[in-house]
Structures are given as C-alpha cells and as structure tokens.
C-alpha cells in the first residue's frame, strides 16, 4: 500500500523563523512528490519535484527530493503569519497502472504568529 | 485561463435528494480528479478521469455517480447520500502525469 508520511503534523514557529517541512514516501512507480499549500479553501500548487538533488525556490520558499532515500522537504525562511496553512505532500504513482494517482500525507500544520 | 471552476460553493441536501457537483476548466487537460476531503484530513481520491474515460474508481459507494461529457467538463452526481458523507468534494485536472491543479471545491451537508 502506498503511504505518505509528514513530520511534523504541527508547528508553531514566530514571524522570522525559519522552518523544514518533512516527506517520506513509500509508492510503486513513482512518478513526482508534489507539496501544495491549504488555508481554507482548496490547495493551491507549491513545487512540483521528480529529480533527486535539484532545488526548487520560489521566493522564500524551497524544495528538494531524495529519491535513493525516498524523502523530501520544503523549507521556509523568514516565515510570515501568511504562511500560516496546512502544508500538504503528495506522491503521484500507484500500483496496478494507477499511474496518476495522488496519495496524500496528512498535512502539517503550520502557525506562524507575529 | 488557469483556473478549475466549481459549482456549487456549498451545498445542503437531504438523504432523498438528488444533486449534481459541476467542475469546469479550459486548460486542456485530458485527466480529471474527482477528491473528497474531511475536516482536518488530506484528500482523498475519489475517481479519476482519463481521455474522458474513467480510469480510476477509488471503490466509491455507487450513491456517488461521476461523469465526464467532454474534456472541459467533469459531474458528480449524488444520490440517497448519508450524513458522513459530508465534506469538502475538491476537482482537480492536469495534464497525463503533470502537476494537478485544484478547484476551490463544493462544501456539501447532508442533513
């Protein structure tokens, strides 16, 4: 069975901190590890990662795969009350040719307060 | 346009209603996800649509109908629900095997 796991599933961290989000995934035929970003509504699409070792940035926000040690994390530096969200990891694979399957981890939830 | 559309944005129904879930976008995308999400849950996928063709069926109970009658536009019809089936029912689409982009998705009570 496919499985996602996040660590932590919250934080509270004070406007400035920076902070590292974990994945570690178990999936047959795996295809990317995508993180997104949910408040309140649906989750919005951060970084999309297939490659071991290549950082993506966008702004104050980073990310980079393992794929020999099956992880990955999402940093944030100079954390913002904005950021305050559930960060969602999820794996695209599947076994049995569900090729576009998403499996999702359950989340952490991050509190950034002033 | 980068957008999934979804409508209604809430919903309330009784367990002998009939109603329908819409999910529109006009990105090109031939795969459509239909996930259902409980308060404090990740996603869960529900079906998955491929060239307009079901592809995936999460071994969802048959009250939960999709359908998918052409490639911009994916339904979810809803039939003798229960009360835990409410939740937050997200679309998503994509491009085969790329990134999949979310809807704001349907709040639905079943009273």
């Known amino acids: 069975e496919d499985k996602v796991v996040q660590s932590p599933l919250s934080l509270v961290v004070h406007e400035g901190d920076t902070v590292t989000l974990n994945c570690s995934y178990e999936?047959?035929?795996?295809?990317?590890l995508l993180w997104y970003k949910q408040e309140k509504k649906a989750p919005t699409f951060l970084f999309m990662l297939?490659?071991?070792?290549i950082e993506k940035k966008s702004g104050r926000l980073s990310s980079i795969l393992d794929k020999k040690e099956l992880f990955s994390i999402l940093n944030i530096t100079a954390t913002q009350t904005g950021d305050s969200a559930v960060y969602l990891c999820?794996?695209?694979?599947?076994?049995?040719?569900?090729?576009?399957?998403?499996?999702f981890g359950k989340g952490t939830l991050l509190t950034v307060n002033p | 346009d980068t957008e999934v559309t979804q409508t209604p944005k809430h919903l309330v129904m009784g367990m002998t209603n009939k109603k329908s879930l819409k999910c529109e976008q006009h990105?090109?995308?031939?795969?459509m996800y239909w996930y259902k999400q409980k308060a404090k849950k990740p996603p869960e996928l529900m079906f998955v649509?491929?060239?307009?063709?079901?592809?995936i069926n999460e071994s969802v109970p048959s009250r939960f109908s999709p359908e998918c009658p052409n490639s911009s536009l994916l339904n979810l019809h809803l039939h003798a629900l229960q009360p835990e089936d409410s939740a937050l029912y997200l679309c998503?689409?994509?491009?085969?095997?790329?990134?999949?982009?979310f809807g704001p998705g349907t709040r639905l009570l079943v009273l």
């Open positions: 998503a689409s994509s491009h085969l095997g790329e990134t999949q982009y």
């Open positions: 999820a794996v695209e694979g599947g076994s049995g040719g569900s090729n576009y399957k998403l499996t």
């Open positions: 297939t490659s071991s070792g």
């Open positions: 990105m090109g995308h031939r795969a």
């Open positions: 999936v047959t035929n795996f295809r990317s």
């Open positions: 649509y491929s060239y307009e063709k079901l592809s």
